[in-house]
């Protein structure tokens, strides 16, 4: 089957709605993507046009969007293009809505503290940094009969 993937940068333009389906959990929000372009006239970059995309998220996709993004973070969404076509009250509407596979914060942009979600428990986890370190392995005695430095 033919799909049209894309991979668009943009910012969370609204909040993230979550809802749990017969089908399994899915969330909901609107990306903006603004081109900028380098104006050589007035020697600054300008914004250019900013396109709204909707971005649907599933299962635990979707479940990790409701967790972790709010409006005005900077995101990477890939996934699969579709363009819809409808007529509404007598208006023709044209929207282009983003079914994602994946989802991340634009690390060149800021910083993200990743938590893994355990599969048992939807509940995301503490971050790496607040968990108990692993103990380290004690070392082994030395027999008493080995000479020890004296130092």
Do not use: C
């Not at 959990?25 to 990306?31: M, Q, S």
């Not at 293009?81 to 009250?89: A, I, M, P, T, W």
């Amino acid at each position: 089957m033919n799909e049209t993937l894309v991979t668009v940068v943009g910012n969370v333009a609204t909040t993230p709605v979550f809802r749990e389906l017969a089908s399994g959990p899915v969330a909901r929000f609107r990306l903006a993507v603004t081109a900028r372009y380098y104006d050589a006239v007035q020697n600054v970059w300008a914004d250019g046009h900013t396109n709204f995309f909707t971005v649907w998220a599933k299962r635990s996709l979707g479940s990790n969007v409701q967790g972790s993004l709010a409006i005005g973070e900077p995101v990477i969404v890939q996934g699969r293009l579709k363009v819809r076509d409808e007529e509404r009250g007598g208006q023709h509407w044209t929207s282009a809505d983003i079914d994602a596979i994946t989802i991340g914060h634009d690390l060149s942009r800021g910083t993200a503290a990743f938590r893994r979600v355990l599969k048992a428990n939807a509940a995301l986890t503490e971050p790496a940094a607040e968990r108990e370190p692993k103990s380290e392995p004690k070392p082994e005695p030395v027999p008493e009969s080995v000479p020890q430095p004296v130092g």
